[in-house]
T-cell receptor, first 112, second 112 residues
Framework: DAGVIQSPRHEVTEMGQEVTLRCKPISGHNSLFWYRQTMMRGLELLIY????????DSGMPEDRFSAKMPNASFSTLKIQPSEPRDSAVYFC??????????FGSGTRLTVV | GENVEQHPSTLSVQEGDSAVIKCTYS??????FPWYKQELGKRPQLIIDIRSNVGEKKDQRIAVTLNKTAKHFSLHITETQPEDSAVYFC???????????FGTGTKLQVIP
């Protein structure tokens, strides 16, 4: 298994542009999580899905952030419009019912 | 919701010494407690976990202990080596498909 696959690995964009981060979970994992990591706030849960259904999006900072999971093998996190304070590493993780997370390699987002 | 506190935030030890990281949690329904290690620039990776029906678990040089009455759990690393240098995160969950709540992390530095 290739593990959790995230793309792109790095993204540099200008303020105001739309950014889309992508994640392919491990096959058979029913839960998918999006985290944001910064020095100041550590690992923050943004949103998570069970069986493709959003369960808790209370961590999404504002309406500029949205996430979808159209099927069991793909999820996106979109920021529109992006701002410099969105600069962070965004991790996607998936887990089976055991709750054991596997993280992707992350996307390092820089908004200038 | 669950709240996980982790101490210390930084820890420096001499190579060969032991390191202990402590966490407390708030939700008495939590029954799954994983620990993740994150090396610089890498993804968090599970190193050991414990479930509430067990008080202690060991895996070579690392061990976790759980005190459900006091709602705290700890990570013990013996005979530390330079490659143990990383950020360690504790976490808690009520299990199944529920989200895992992370602590704020402990930066461990092992001095050769």
């Amino acid at each position: 298994d290739a593990g959790v696959i995230q793309s792109p690995r790095h993204e540099v964009t200008e303020m105001g542009q739309e950014v889309t981060l992508r994640c392919k979970p491990i096959s058979g994992h029913n839960s998918l999580f999006w985290y944001r990591q910064t020095m100041m706030r550590g690992l923050e849960l943004l949103i998570y899905f069970n069986n493709n259904v959003p369960i808790d999006d209370s961590g999404m900072p504002e309406d500029r952030f949205s996430a979808k999971m159209p099927n069991a093998s793909f999820s996106t996190l979109k920021i529109q419009p992006s701002e410099p304070r969105d600069s962070a590493v965004y991790f996607c993780a998936s887990s089976p019912r055991t709750g054991v997370y596997t993280f992707g390699s992350g996307t390092r987002l820089t908004v200038v | 919701g669950e709240n996980v506190e982790q101490h210390p935030s930084t820890l420096s030890v001499q190579e060969g010494d032991s390191a202990v990281i402590k966490c407390t949690y708030s939700d008495s329904a939590s029954n799954y407690f994983p620990w993740y290690k994150q090396e610089l620039g890498k993804r968090p990776q599970l190193i050991i976990d414990i479930r509430s029906n067990v008080g202690e678990k060991k895996d070579q040089r690392i061990a976790v202990t759980l005190n459900k009455t006091a709602k705290h759990f700890s990570l013990h690393i013996t005979e530390t080596q330079p490659e143990d240098s990383a950020v360690y995160f504790c976490a808690a969950s009520t299990g199944g498909y529920q989200k895992v709540t992370f602590g704020t992390g402990t930066k461990l530095q092992v001095i050769p």
